[in-house]
């Protein structure tokens, strides 16, 4: 399979057009419906995205096959077919649809209560087969009746909503569940199974499976319902133990059951599940609970544009596999994370170039101030600083650095990043602050004399808006945008230096796009936002410069040039600016 310019996405398993259609805005897609095992190994080494439903097996040794992946993207909610443990150790995000069949699966499970409740399929069955059995088709009604819900989550939740517009009393149990959430919906809540078990006439369940839940509901736990009451399950297969639910239903003890979901989809013969669903007493249904024309629109819309997201490297909005970001804090940090990543690759270009490499200091201080400093999950900027310190260097090349990954790869590779929050406002007029200090490497001896390895490098930076901004760059003051190629020239600050490197660059064919001068600062580094000082007070190696020492010194007189450009820059043009331009040392940087 050739290769294209354009990121490749695998579509496994149908999604809607209009999803469908995000994607090849920029992506170049590939349906590919119904492939064997075999087969979707084969082919996924080409590809960047794969988009699957449930039937697709996204196992380890795919994961291990897949080179360039970045995201595996479920349409719906349940993971259980995609190995997220392996997923992670790869860096490969994974994202699902948590919200897009909400309303479809609560309104299934209610559909199905009332089936049960009427005996629907039975009386529509019979009726086709010319029979009149009105009679023995005699039902319950819901109103008054209690409903038990195992899982107050979105599902849980709208169909407690449902079942209280219907006129039934709702109690319900989940640990996690606010109680200020459940008394918005006027819904009791419960501390235990043997509370809510034995006063409930339906009992509908809406959890995922993992070990706690698998076989919650078993035959222990149906002995303490009320004997002719139902049970519900449109969750996960396995929650209810198929077995006992049988049982319970061949005794009498169980007026009936509703199943949308089984251990094994389809059934297999002859199985648990199967005899289930050939019991008189049970309305059963092909996992139909997401299977609304808007539910299937607007999961695939949702995984479409987080596949996009994703490979922009943009923070992931439902991954199952990184930190729960909110809403909130989304907005806020998606603008830093930019910014930060922009700061790790700068100092690694800029500073780790000039000595000895990127590798020669490990340990950082990344220090939140002003708003950011409020929001406590700055794992996506501690990614981003890992990405953009890592991915400069051509050995990394390929490596996929994420929120997934980024932990375990800093251990990898021995570096410490130590997170400090300031609430100081003392930097205005910026709302948020971010400082990334890169502290010395310990000195190889007593009398070493090296002095550029024990300076701290200290890069700060800002948003305004979505636009980042670079405003201190090492002991300079300064403000530009870090994108594209730039030409970051330390010199003299003397009249003319700016009109002869601009010659150079006109001479080389060099469009500049940006200049920005950068004076030294004003400020020593520990009235910088207040608190900066704190992540380096007790390291006696760091000095601050007096300020009536700094305007007298040699080194006062420094100042840089940062020059956007419209071009790569060679080796010969940085000769030439410290040869003929009297420039003291040039860094050129893409970003």
Not at 192 to 216: A, G, K
Not at 389 to 415: D, F, K, M, T, Y
Not at 470 to 484: K, M
């Amino acid at each position: 399979m050739a290769d294209s310019a354009r990121p490749k996405a695998l579509v496994a398993e149908k999604l809607s057009t209009e999803g469908l259609a995000l994607l090849r805005e920029t992506l170049e897609v590939h349906e590919r419906h119904k492939l064997s095992p075999e087969q979707l190994l084969a082919i996924i080494p080409h590809y960047d995205a794969l988009l699957v439903r449930s039937e697709t097996k996204v196992t380890a040794g795919l994961l291990r096959a897949a080179k360039k992946l970045k995201v595996v993207a479920r349409a719906g909610v349940g993971v259980d077919n995609i190995d997220v443990e392996e997923a992670s150790k790869l860096g490969i995000v994974v994202v699902n649809s948590p919200s897009g069949n909400v309303e479809a699966a609560a309104e299934h499970t209610i559909a199905l209560m009332l089936s049960l409740a009427r005996n629907i399929p039975l009386a529509c069955s019979g009726l086709k087969a010319g029979q009149w059995e009105r009679s023995n088709l005699v039902g319950v009604e819901v109103k008054g009746k209690t409903l038990g819900v195992i899982g107050l989550g979105k599902v849980g939740l709208t169909v407690a909503k449902l079942a209280k517009g219907l006129g039934m009393i709702v109690v319900s149990l989940d640990p996690y569940s606010p109680p200020a959430v459940a008394a918005s919906a006027s819904v009791a809540l419960v501390s235990s199974l043997s509370e809510l078990l034995p006063v409930v006439d339906f009992l509908t369940i809406h959890t995922p499976l993992i070990s706690s839940t698998r076989n919650m509901i078993s035959a222990c736990e149906i002995a303490q319902m009320k004997p002719g009451s139902r049970i519900l399950n449109v969750a996960r297969g396995g929650t209810v133990d198929e077995v006992a639910l049988l049982a319970a239903l061949e005794s009498g003890h169980l007026a009936g059951a509703a199943v949308d979901v089984f251990t094994s989809e389809p059934p297999e013969p002859h199985s648990s599940a199967a005899k289930l669903i050939s019991h008189p007493r049970v309305v059963a249904t092909p996992h139909l609970g997401a299977s609304t024309m808007e539910a299937q629109e607007s999961v695939s819309i949702d995984v479409c544009e987080q596949v996009l997201q994703i490979l922009k490297g943009s923070l992931p909005r439902s991954a199952v596999n990184t930190p729960l970001i909110l809403p909130e804090e989304y907005s806020k940090l998606q603008p830093f994370v930019y910014l930060v990543e922009k700061m790790g690759s700068l100092y690694t270009q800029h500073f780790a170039s000039a000595n000895n490499g990127p590798m020669q200091r490990s340990t950082f201080d990344l220090i939140y101030q002003g708003e950011l400093a409020n929001i406590s999950n700055t794992k996506p900027l501690f990614a981003a600083l890992m990405k953009g310190l890592i991915s400069p260097i051509s050995s990394c090349a390929g490596l996929n650095i994420n929120i997934v990954n980024a932990e375990l790869i800093a251990r990898e590779r021995h570096i410490i990043v130590n997170e400090q929050h300031s609430r100081d406002t003392s930097f205005q007029p910026y709302s948020s602050l971010v400082t990334l200090i890169a502290r010395p490497p310990p000195l190889t001896s007593p009398h070493s004399t090296d002095e550029a390895k024990q300076q701290y490098q200290i890069i700060s930076g800002t948003c305004s808006g979505c636009q980042p901004i670079i405003n201190r760059l090492g002991r300079f003051a300064t403000s530009f945008v870090p994108e594209g190629t730039l030409i970051i020239c330390r010199n003299y600050d003397s009249p003319g230096k700016i009109g002869v490197v601009g010659s150079i660059l006109g001479r080389e064919g060099i469009n500049i796009n940006f200049m920005a001068v950068a004076p030294i600062s004003k400020k020593p580094l520990d009235t910088l936002g207040g608190q900066i000082i704190s992540a380096i007070e007790n390291d006696s190696k760091y000095k601050t410069v007096p300020e009536e020492d700094r305007q007298d010194s040699e080194a006062a007189k420094d100042a840089l040039m940062i020059l956007s450009v419209d071009r790569l820059v060679s080796e010969h043009v940085a000769e030439a600016l410290v040869r003929e331009g009297g420039v003291l040392d040039v860094s050129v940087v893409t970003l």
